[in-house]
Structures are given as structure tokens and as C-alpha cells.
Nanobody
Framework: QVQLVESGGGLVQAGGSLRLSCAAS????????MAWFRQAPGKEREFVAT????????LYADSVKGRFTISRDNAKNTVYLQMSSLKPEDTAVYYC?????????????????WGQGTQVTVSS
């Protein structure tokens, strides 16, 4: 397992951009997928994006496709989520997740390591 710490959240106007970072520590050797999820108050945790160890495979939720970009820098043990054209409905706590796997799962139960989340608020 690894420890994850998110950063980069904040308040942004609709149409703006924001980049989230997730730094991993601990047992970071080996192949592991990383992902971003988000959860708004009173709603279920929602898949946002995931990326394979190599970075060669990425998946995005339809709601963010074309606006968000997930990337990773394994040398820095960090995954990023570049968010553009933000909408009020993007407002949520964003969580980083990791799991030692060669595949790119998209469900919360598939990930064993989680960060504590970072708040993203988009105002209209």
C-alpha cells in the first residue's frame, strides 16, 4: 500500500482551470494504477479518471471527458489532474486513489489506497 496526499484544490470561477496533485509515498515500487474520484455532499463517490502505471492507458468519466487530463510522473511518485473549463457541477471533494494492478479499474472498491481529499469549488 501507499500513502497519498492531494493538493491543489480551491475556489475557481466557472470556465477556469485548476490542477490537482497527488503525491505518493511508502511502498511505491511496482506497477500500480492511480485514479481520481470525487464526491459531492449527499452523493456517491464518482469516478473521474484513471491512469495505468505506464501512463499508456487512461479512462475518463463522460462528464469530464475533453475537459480533464490525468497524467503521472513516476519518478516523482505523483499523479496530476488538470481540470479545464470547470463547471459548478464539478464542485466536490476530489480523492486520489492507487492500487497495485496492471489494469485501470474505475470503481472505488477496486482501490486500496486513498488520500484524504481536496476540496474543489467552482462558482458561477
Amino acid at each position: 500500500q501507499v500513502q497519498l496526499v492531494e493538493s491543489g484544490g480551491g475556489l475557481v470561477q466557472a470556465g477556469g482551470s485548476l490542477r490537482l496533485s497527488c503525491a505518493a509515498s511508502g511502498r511505491t515500487r511496482g506497477s500500480y494504477a492511480m485514479a481520481w474520484f470525487r464526491q459531492a455532499p449527499g452523493k456517491e463517490r464518482e469516478f473521474v479518471a484513471t491512469i495505468s502505471w505506464s501512463g499508456g492507458s487512461t479512462l475518463y468519466a463522460d462528464s469530464v471527458k475533453g475537459r480533464f487530463t490525468i497524467s503521472r510522473d513516476n519518478a516523482k511518485n505523483t499523479v496530476y489532474l488538470q481540470m479545464s473549463s470547470l463547471k459548478p457541477e464539478d464542485t466536490a471533494v476530489y480523492y486520489c486513489a492507487a492500487e497495485r494492478t496492471f489494469v485501470v479499474p474505475t470503481t472505488p472498491d477496486a482501490f486500496g489506497s486513498w488520500g484524504q481529499g481536496t476540496q474543489v469549488t467552482v462558482s458561477s
